[in-house]
């Protein structure tokens, strides 16, 4: 590691790059966005000095600078980096660098290490800046308080209010999006100017949330799929947390506003006594001059070349849930398995109502043992036969939440979280248990892995279904706020499990798609995006959850035809279509199924184990498109061998037509094989005739097609009924 203080430093990695200038009492940003190439020390020394702003009237008498831990003390008047107090004193942070350490991968990335220490505060901090190869930075902050720093004063202890970790962005970064929702309407897109003032979005639910911001973006005016420059940044950490897009009159140092992201800290819940230490979220920042796709496309690069990625083909899964609810019989769940391996599932997952009092949705959670007056011989008999027809079992839990009809609430009232004098309201009928507890902790823990090991499971869909109000725990003696540690608890817990069960699979919900963070998918296999499985509203949830997820990640289910959450009625082929590209699976009782829908499934579930090789891995692209009613997605191969793309209508529109739609992400320079999948069923036409082309697309053999027409001139494609969607399948032909 090279000592790098004072030095204008660089990191360059898949066309982007930051750079940083060290010569300051704080580093500061010179630079974030496109590669300008290997800096020469003129070329470093021209951004340091174009670096500064003017002096301004009715302002400090020095420039203003914006560091990577920005504060009053550099004349910044927005959101500062760091607050907090010692019982009211040492409220103006200094810190000053002590220490620089780059390491640089060349082209591919590398690392910029930072110690700061501040006498005003006690507080020494480490920033660590990483770049990694596909253009995706990462910072991580760590506070370590040092009574030797501060004398006397830093025998009391610091109270953290809040540390974020914010980058500046440029005039052009002119519009924000980001994302709110609802239970079984999560992900759902808002767009608007950047004005002056602050955009802060605050998540306080204990958890992301369904309104979660999930990933907040600055971007140019044409901002679209595959168009303009964006900068974003995502806070991979699974509580509270807090966004903001910032942009004030005299500016941020030389650039226009800010971008920033940080956990959500609570009064008094992170106090620092001399040597403790507290270590924020990581906070990732991406830039991307090819629209939301080429964001999207360095964030599921990242994700896939993580050791822990899956690699086996993701089965497809049938879960009981929408199928029997809380009727566990063995008998009905012996059909159902049957129907299961008919239509070639690959995994059955027993979903909630199979444990101690657990006959409806208020009572048993905290209780993980079988119940014996439902499953009188244990879940043997229905786990054999689930694995007799090849299949992986999976089971459901709910481990952060507990009924107060249960025997765990009855034996252990205090392990209950929420205050000590009076609990609030349930959610759902339930409350959340206190896993900061040790004794708690451990209780569920070990009932889990019973479980695990007595049935060997395969796969854990790992339920949240309620907001942590009023989280406070009494375990100390007074109540003090705990979603940080309850936070903390959860990720120990799901890594102690995979380390006892290195086979093990989890799933992710919370109430669906209500803790969908990269904190919790380091430690889980895939998200499920929201408890609605009708195919309208699951269309553009999934096609926003892609912004951030790759599609292997995100689990997607046929339902019925009557939605269970919005009632709403949708073809077979339809449902069928949505549900393929993600890891697919089913939630419905294909009891109700006649003998044409189970052919038709089981013809969808081959095709879905023909591409799922090429949905797993390939690159997301959606074609920006005049009429909102239409969505085109595609799936292209990294090498661009094979695509498929998705042509769907939600509603009606004022066009008859669609004009010509171009196939983003293709090669204008080669030819095509372009076949319509209709193994699953026609989609219902708005129309007469189709266009020519698709008549010939319809056929076993296809039709060819040069890249320069389907990517650059468009084709025109079929005018579709509401709620209707086509499948195309392109080769690349030699």
């Given at each position: 590691?090279l000592?790098g203080y ?17 010569a300051?009492?704080?580093p500061r940003v ?6 300008p190439?290997?800096l020469?020390?003129a070329?470093?020394e021209?951004?340091r000095e174009t670096?500064?702003p003017?002096?301004?009237?009715n302002s400090?008498d020095?420039p203003?600078?914006?560091?990577l ?15 907090g107090?010692a019982?009211?004193?040492?409220t103006t942070?200094r ?10 991968d060349?082209?591919?990335g590398?690392?910029i ?15 660590t800046?990483?770049?990694?190869r596909?253009g ?8 370590v308080?040092?009574?030797s720093?501060?004398?006397d004063?830093?025998?009391?202890p610091y ?5 974020r970790?914010?980058l ?6 002119v ?5 709110t929702?609802k ?6 897109p808002q767009?608007?100017?950047l ?7 605050r ?10 911001p999930?990933?907040v ?6 901002l679209g ?6 900068w974003a940044?995502h ?13 004030l009159t005299?500016g941020?140092?030389a ?10 800290l609570?009064?008094?819940?992170i ?7 507290y270590?924020?979220?990581t906070?990732?920042f ?12 360095r964030?599921h690069?990242?994700?896939?070349a ?6 086996s ?9 929408e199928?029997?609810?809380f ?7 012996t059909?159902?398995v ?6 070639g ?5 027993l ?5 101690h009092?657990r ?6 959670l905290g209780?993980?043992?079988v119940d ?10 229905l ?6 027809h090849?299949?992986q079992f999976?089971?459901w ?10 025997d765990?609430?009855r034996?252990?009232p205090d392990?209950?979280?929420g205050?000590?004098q009076e ?5 759902r ?7 900061t507890?040790p004794?708690a ?5 070990e ?5 695990v090991?007595?049935y060997a499971v395969?796969?854990i869909?790992w ?9 406070v725990?009494?375990?100390?003696g ?5 979603v940080h540690?309850?936070t903390?608890a959860?990720y120990?817990m799901?890594?102690t499990l995979?380390a ?5 699979e ?6 669906g798609?209500?803790?969908v963070?990269l904190g919790i998918?380091e430690?889980?296999?895939?998200v499920w995006?929201?408890d609605?499985?009708?195919p ?5 949830i ?18 019925a035809?009557?939605?269970h959450?919005?009632?709403?009625r949708t073809?077979?082929s339809?449902r069928?279509i949505?549900?393929l590209?993600?890891h697919?699976g089913?939630?419905?009782?294909l009891q ?7 052919d038709r499934?089981a013809?969808?579930?081959g095709?879905y184990?023909?591409?799922r090789g090429?949905?797993h891995?390939?690159?997301?692209v959606?074609a920006?498109l005049a009429d909102?009613a239409?969505?085109?997605?595609g ?9 498929v793309?998705?042509?769907?209508r939600?509603?009606?529109?004022a ?5 010509r ?7 204008p ?5 372009v076949?319509?999948?209709?193994e699953f069923?026609q989609?219902?036409?708005?129309q007469a005739?189709d266009?020519?082309w698709i008549?010939a ?6 039709v060819t ?7 650059v001139a468009g084709v ?8 209707q969607a086509?499948?195309f ?5 030699a």
């Amino acid at each position: 590691m090279l000592d790098g203080y004072g030095a204008v430093l660089s990191l360059r990695a898949a066309g982007t790059s930051l750079v940083l200038d060290t010569a300051g009492r704080v580093p500061r940003v010179l630079h974030w966005g496109a590669d300008p190439g290997p800096l020469d020390d003129a070329a470093a020394e021209a951004l340091r000095e174009t670096g500064g702003p003017a002096v301004l009237n009715n302002s400090p008498d020095v420039p203003r600078t914006f560091s990577l831990l920005p504060s009053e003390f550099e004349g910044w008047a927005g959101t500062p980096a760091q607050e907090g107090h010692a019982a009211g004193t040492a409220t103006t942070p200094r810190p000053r660098t002590e220490a620089v350490r780059h390491r640089s991968d060349g082209e591919h990335g590398g690392t910029i290490e930072i110690d700061l220490a501040d006498e005003i505060t006690g507080l020494r901090t480490t920033m660590t800046i990483a770049l990694d190869r596909f253009g995706v930075l990462s910072v991580d902050a760590t506070l370590v308080r040092d009574a030797s720093l501060a004398g006397d004063g830093a025998t009391i202890p610091y109270t953290l209010d809040a540390l974020r970790v914010m980058l500046p962005v440029p005039e052009r970064a002119v519009d924000i999006l980001d994302f709110t929702g609802k239970w079984c309407r999560e992900r759902a897109p808002q767009r608007g100017r950047l004005f002056y003032g602050s955009h802060v979005r605050r998540a306080r639910r204990g958890k992301p949330g369904h309104d979660a911001p999930f990933l907040v973006v600055a971007g140019t005016e044409d901002l679209g799929f595959g168009r303009g420059e964006a900068w974003a940044t995502h806070l991979a950490w699974s509580g509270d947390g807090e966004y903001l897009v910032e942009r004030l009159t005299e500016g941020a140092g030389a650039f226009s506003a800010v971008l920033g992201a940080g956990e959500g800290l609570r009064p008094g819940e992170i106090a620092l006594a001399d040597g403790d230490r507290y270590v924020a979220p990581t906070a990732l920042f991406v830039w991307s001059d090819s629209g939301l796709d080429g964001l999207a496309d360095r964030l599921h690069r990242r994700l896939r070349a993580r050791p822990t990625h899956p690699q086996s083909p993701r089965p497809l899964t049938l879960n009981s849930w929408e199928a029997v609810y809380f009727d566990h019989d063995l008998a009905r769940l012996t059909a159902l398995v049957e129907r299961a391996a008919r239509v070639g599932a690959e995994r059955f997952v027993l979903d909630d109502g199979w444990f101690h009092g657990r006959r409806e949705d208020n009572a048993g959670l905290g209780d993980w043992f079988v119940d014996r007056t439902v499953w009188p011989d244990g879940l043997s008999p229905l786990v054999d036969l689930v694995r007799s027809h090849g299949m992986q079992f999976g089971i459901w839990f709910e481990p952060e939440m507990v009924n107060l009809d249960s025997d765990l609430a009855r034996e252990h009232p205090d392990w209950v979280l929420g205050p000590r004098q009076e609990l609030g309201a349930t959610a759902r009928a339930q409350y959340v248990l206190d896993l900061t507890r040790p004794d708690a902790y451990a209780h569920v823990l070990e009932q889990i892995s019973a479980v695990v090991d007595e049935y060997a499971v395969d796969y854990i869909k790992w339920d949240h279904n309620r907001d942590l109000s009023e989280a406070v725990s009494g375990y100390v003696g007074v109540d003090r706020p705990a979603v940080h540690e309850q936070t903390l608890a959860l990720y120990r817990m799901l890594d102690t499990l995979r380390a006892r069960h290195p086979h093990l699979e989890i799933e992710t919900c919370s109430g669906g798609g209500g803790r969908v963070d990269l904190g919790i998918l380091e430690r889980t296999d895939r998200v499920w995006a929201s408890d609605c499985n009708d195919p309208v509203e699951r269309l553009q949830i999934e096609r926003w959850t892609r912004m951030l997820l790759p599609p292997e990640l995100i689990g997607s289910h046929l339902g019925a035809e009557r939605s269970h959450t919005t009632s709403r009625r949708t073809d077979l082929s339809f449902r069928l279509i949505v549900a393929l590209t993600a890891h697919a699976g089913i939630e419905w009782d294909l009891q109700e199924a006649d003998e044409d829908e189970l052919d038709r499934i089981a013809r969808w579930a081959g095709v879905y184990r023909e591409l799922r090789g090429l949905i797993h891995s390939g690159r997301i692209v959606n074609a920006d498109l005049a009429d909102e009613a239409t969505a085109f997605t595609g799936i292209v191969a990294q090498d661009g061998s094979r695509a498929v793309y998705t042509w769907a209508r939600l509603v009606t529109s004022a066009p008859g037509q669609s004009g010509r739609v171009r196939f983003p992400g293709l090669d204008p320079d080669t030819r095509y094989s372009v076949r319509v999948r209709n193994e699953f069923g026609q989609a219902s036409r708005h129309q007469a005739a189709d266009p020519a082309w698709i008549t010939a697309a319809l056929q076993p053999e296809g039709v060819t097609l040069p890249g320069s027409v389907l990517a650059v001139a468009g084709v025109p494609l079929p005018t579709l009924n509401p709620q209707q969607a086509m499948l195309f399948d392109l080769v690349r032909l030699a």
